[in-house]
């Protein structure tokens, strides 16, 4: 602080022509003593000074650099913030002092314990550490640093604590005991250390009961304790992580502690003279007059001659400044302010009236108006402002202990975590030059329960922290493809869970293929069909002019063959991946083909009536109704029926393609919904009707006389048609996906070859193999051979 003061007393760009002085007090580490000290600072009790006739009095109070400790400063800013008189500390970093209701005049150049316990998380973070415990001491300190960790370490830092204990200021064996065996029965592998005070005692308990294998993460209280880094504790302490003040550089010191000089007119007896005492220690003298027997024993005289330079003394060392940095940045915080205050343009200030602040009129209040506002960047670089808290930019080194093979420790720089208006928080590790004390050289693991793997989720467990859970396989159809899932992830509709629910794949597509063996099996036996359709058509088209042909009007048959054909190929229709088109032409073409096959055979059998009728007296005239125009006009009627039920349906509620995934939750099932069941059924009705109506026809005709009477093949033939029909209506409910279509398409094919086999086999076994009954005379019943 007097080395600040003195470089700015002789900086003449910064406040010129204003000379800045100052007190110092130590409080002694006692609350009581901090408080008298600001207290006399800003009631005015100091000493009256005078510098020349024009300033004569006590001089008014600037601000207040301290205190150290953030118990003193609590209780002291609580005080100033009534009077408005900045107090800057230099090491207070308790999170509360942040409160600007509680402390409005209250700034500081370390950062909060907040953003330390953050650069903390951000350690644990980086390390992959989920799983610590945490020891604070029981002070403001402490308290307001669990209460950091607790808030910020959830489900925000990814960590919990396994255990918080609190290091008491009494030295009691058995709460030590305790403590030390709570750390190691837990499975926590990472303590963490936020204390400024009673750490020894514990640390030698640690190496009484040998807890070791542990990472130690220390506050910046203790990160370069020198009574802890010593051979008896770094077998246990070594590679320990700390957070430690910004180291700065500050010009000219060094040479400024080396004028040091004790006052030689100082009566030392009284024990004031704090300087003279450190002289006497550091040279092992005693100035005049020596205490008694001194000079008898051996012991030197001290002559204020001695070259301080010439002696080994931390007092010089100025490598490793982190608080004093803290000091020095303050001070000049203060001086900055002052200056932007006495560079107030009159009738342009920021006060009443726009009134500017006067030197020797100024109020405490004013000079913090100005504080809040500064901004400046020191020699070393670093910027200084303080936020709307009073806190300034945070920054932090991360410092590593080196327990070196010679047994000596080193306290190295391994990074920095600092916070930016831009960028945020940021975390700098220079993980190559890091010490871990461990065989494997390597990070440790501390985690309560390993990260679950991709394909299940996080389920906690009941009464332990978050960290603290069991990993359950995600169900089917969901998947979990990070390691820290509290749910499993549903897949999109026409997606599936990987084995490993890893990932969503595309949903197996069933369908009636024409790749599968049920598949080939039904094409094969549909153009099997087709081609018997045409071997026959050739068959009947080669011997048209045969008796047998040219019985019950040839041209039906021909128009029969030709249906069969088309029923056989519609089968197809069903086969294959759903199409719209495919959808609406499958059943369409099935109604309508199989209404043409049964009108034809409707009409044979009524023609096979009417010629036996005929054939009886007055039966006659029966045969007008039954002509070939008449033959043709019956079948093209009841096939228009079919065809106007088909397009009413098409144009109601057409069938379209449809995905179904009730069936099989893995599987896609493309099919045909019919659009309305009502359209469905009707046509399925229609072909019934006439079914069953030439079934009875038949069935009437059976017994009329005649050598080769085809209404007997015609009962048999629609037999075989309503049995496979009546079959086809529950196995086509009951089957579920593409086995419905395998359904329909069977009874297709099943009911096609009946008619073919029942109407056309007999005649095409006569044509080929017993062409001697292809004759009138035979098919009439005169023909006494065979």
């Known amino acids: ?33 901090g408080f008298r000290a600001a207290l006399t600072l800003v009631s005015g009790q100091e000493e009256q000074v005078t510098l020349d006739e024009n300033c004569v009095g006590t001089p008014p109070v600037l601000g207040i650099v301290g205190d150290a400790s953030s118990t003193n400063t609590i209780a002291i800013s609580t005080v100033l913030g009534l009077y408005s008189v900045p107090l800057v500390s230099y090491f207070a970093t308790c999170s509360c002092l942040s409160d600007r209701q509680k402390f409005p005049s209250f700034f500081r150049t370390i950062p909060s314990d907040a953003f330390q316990v953050n650069a903390m998380i951000q350690i644990l973070k980086h390390f992959g550490w989920t799983w610590a415990g945490l020891l604070i001491n029981d002070s403001d300190y402490g308290f307001h640093a669990a209460r950091s960790f607790h808030s910020d370490l959830g489900p925000a830092g990814g960590g919990c604590l396994a255990y918080t204990e609190i290091l008491s200021r009494g030295d009691d064996p ?65 590679g320990t992580l700390g957070i430690a003040i910004r180291r700065g550089e500050i010009p000219g010191f060094r040479d400024f502690l080396l004028q040091t000089s004790p006052d030689l007119h100082h009566n030392n007896t009284d024990g004031n003279s704090m300087v003279n005492q450190f002289w006497e220690h550091t040279f092992q003298c005693r100035f005049a007059p020596p205490p008694a027997g001194w000079v008898e024993t051996g012991g030197e005289l001290c002559t204020g001659q001695e070259v301080i330079e010439n002696v080994e003394t931390d007092f010089l060392d100025v490598s490793n400044l982190r608080p004093e940095y803290n000091v020095y940045k303050a001070v000049y915080a203060l001086a900055y302010a002052l200056d932007d205050m006495l560079h107030c343009e009159p009738g342009r200030g920021p006060f009443s009236n726009d009134t500017c602040a006067h030197l020797q009129r100024m109020e405490p209040w004013q000079i913090m108006h100005y504080l809040e506002k500064v901004n400046f960047t020191t020699t070393f670089g670093d910027r200084v402002s303080f936020d709307e808290n009073g806190d300034a930019l945070p920054v932090y080194d991360i410092m590593n202990w080196v327990w070196l093979p010679d047994g000596r420790t080193k306290v190295q720089i391994v990074g920095e975590v600092k916070r930016s208006a831009f960028k945020g928080e940021e975390i700098t590790l220079d993980e190559d030059k890091i010490f871990w004390n461990f065989e494997s050289k390597q990070p440790p693991r501390s985690v309560c329960s390993e990260s679950c793997l991709p394909g299940t989720r996080m389920a906690r467990k009941k009464g332990e922290p978050e960290c603290c859970f069991d990993c359950v396989p995600c169900s089917e159809g969901k998947i979990s493809n990070t390691t820290d899932s509290m749910e499993c992830t549903s897949c999109p509709e026409d997606f599936w869970s990987s084995p490993q629910r890893d990932h969503c794949v595309p949903k197996k597509t069933e369908f009636l293929s024409y790749h599968e063996p049920l598949g080939i099996c039904l094409t094969t036996t549909s153009l099997l069909g087709t081609c018997i359709c045409v071997v026959v058509l050739g068959i009947f088209i080669r011997h048209h002019s045969t008796p047998i042909v040219r019985a019950n009007n040839s041209e039906l048959s021909f128009l029969l063959l030709v249906s069969l054909k088309l029923c056989f190929l519609c089968s197809l229709l069903f086969i294959g991946r759903p199409r719209l088109w495919t959808c609406q032409l499958r059943h369409a073409a099935f109604g309508i083909s199989f209404v043409l096959c049964v009108s034809c055979i409707l009409v044979k059998t009524m023609v096979v009536l009417a010629v036996f009728r005929a054939s009886k007296p007055g039966g006659e005239s029966s045969l007008k109704w039954f002509g070939a125009m008449q033959q043709r006009g019956t079948v093209l009627l009841l096939t228009t029926i079919q065809a106007a039920i088909c397009t009413a349906w098409l144009v109601s509620a057409s069938p379209m393609p449809h995905k179904n995934t009730q069936y099989h939750s893995d599987k896609i099932v493309y099919e045909c919904v019919v659009g309305s069941t009502v359209g469905f059924a009707v046509l399925l009705g229609y072909i019934g009707l006439l079914a069953i109506l030439s079934c009875l026809l038949a069935f009437l005709a059976r017994n009329l006389p005649d050598s080769f009477n085809e209404a007997k093949l015609i009962t048999f033939s629609m037999l075989i048609f309503c049995a ?63």
């Open 174 to 238: 058995a709460e030590l005991r305790r403590i030390v065996d709570v750390i190691r029965k837990s499975t926590a592998r990472v303590v963490i250390v936020f204390a400024n005070n009673f750490i020894v005692n514990l640390m030698k308990e640690v190496v009484r009961q040998n807890v070791t294998g542990l990472q130690w993460i220390v506050s910046e209280a203790w990160t370069s304790a020198d009574v802890l880094q010593t051979p008896h504790f770094m077998p246990y302490l070594g």
């Open 724 to 786: 496979v029909w009546v079959a086809f209506v529950p196995s086509y409910i009951s089957s579920p996906g593409n086995y419905a279509d395998a359904v329909e398409v069977f009874a297709i094919l099943a009911s096609s070859f009946g008619l073919l086999v029942a109407l056309f086999g007999p005649k095409c076994y006569i044509i080929l193999f017993r062409p001697e009954r292809n004759t009138k005379k035979a098919i009439m019943g005169r023909d006494t051979k065979s």
């Open 1 to 33: 602080m007097a080395f600040a003061i003195d470089e700015i007393n002789r900086n003449s760009n910064l406040l010129p022509n204003v000379t800045v002085g100052y007190s110092l007090y130590d409080n002694c580490a006692q609350l009581g003593v």
